[in-house]
T-cell receptor, first 115, second 113 residues
Framework: AAGVIQSPRHLIKEKRETATLKCYPI?????VYWYQQGPGQDPQFLIS???????DKGSIPDRFSAQQFSDYHSELNMSSLELGDSALYFC??????????????FGPGTRLTVL | GENVEQHPSTLSVQEGDSAVIKCTYS??????FPWYKQELGKRPQLIID?????GEKKDQRIAVTLNKTAKHFSLHITETQPEDSAVYFC????????????FGAGTQVVVTP
């Protein structure tokens, strides 16, 4: 079965640079979530989109922005990168319209390292 | 918003024994409680979930119980195997959210042969 796809899998950036992370949800899934996971921590919710509209917002810095496109893929844009942004970034997707509407499936993640 | 607490933070068990992880949540109206297994550097993997209209759910060696009155839910793994070693996260979805997961802090489970 198709799973959530994320690219790139690894990314190394310098401080103050920008980064763009991409997420392709499971086909027919209409909701995308972004999570940030630091070493030894639980995933922290950043932002979500339902049917291409922002649906919820968590602890996402103002330096970050995201959107969902007409083909349902999503991009997380990160500017003025700081050392503390180094983390695993996961995208998850779900389908709101079905009986299993809460089930979220995670992508493999993007490991961002800021030097 | 929803707040989830998870205990213990680490759990060492002998192969073949059972493991139990407990979580409590704060939003009494929360209605969905998944459990994720995460191996080092890999994605969280949904292993079982339970909804608020069910008290218990079982899938082979894994079971989850929910006590809505006490606002806690537990993961039970029986006949543990070395491949069960991982970090396990409980989570809940609060009613003030559009499905975002509020995770517990995680439990590092180590199964020794």
């Amino acid at each position: 079965a198709a799973g959530v796809i994320q690219s790139p899998r690894h990314l190394i950036k310098e401080k103050r640079e920008t980064a763009t992370l991409k997420c392709y949800p499971i086909p027919r899934h209409d909701t995308v979530y972004w999570y940030q996971q630091g070493p030894g921590q639980d995933p922290q919710f950043l932002i979500s989109f339902y049917e291409k509209m922002q649906s919820d917002k968590g602890s996402i810095p103002d330096r970050f922005s995201a959107q969902q496109f007409s083909d349902y893929h999503s991009e997380l844009n990160m500017s003025s990168l700081e050392l503390g942004d180094s983390a695993l970034y996961f995208c998850a997707s779900s389908f709101k319209g079905g009986l299993a509407r809460n089930e979220q499936f995670f992508g493999p993640g993007t490991r961002l390292t800021v030097l | 918003g929803e707040n989830v607490e998870q205990h213990p933070s680490t759990l060492s068990v002998q192969e073949g024994d059972s493991a139990v992880i407990k979580c409590t949540y704060s939003d009494s109206a929360s209605n969905y409680f998944p459990w994720y297994k995460q191996e080092l550097g890999k994605r969280p993997q949904l292993i079982i979930d339970i909804r608020s209209n069910v008290g218990e759910k079982k899938d082979q060696r894994i079971a989850v119980t929910l006590n809505k009155t006490a606002k806690h839910f537990s993961l039970h793994i029986t006949e543990t195997q070395p491949e069960d070693s991982a970090v396990y996260f409980c989570a809940a979805i609060g009613t003030d959210s559009w499905g975002k997961l509020q995770f517990g802090a995680g439990t590092q489970v180590v199964v020794t042969p």
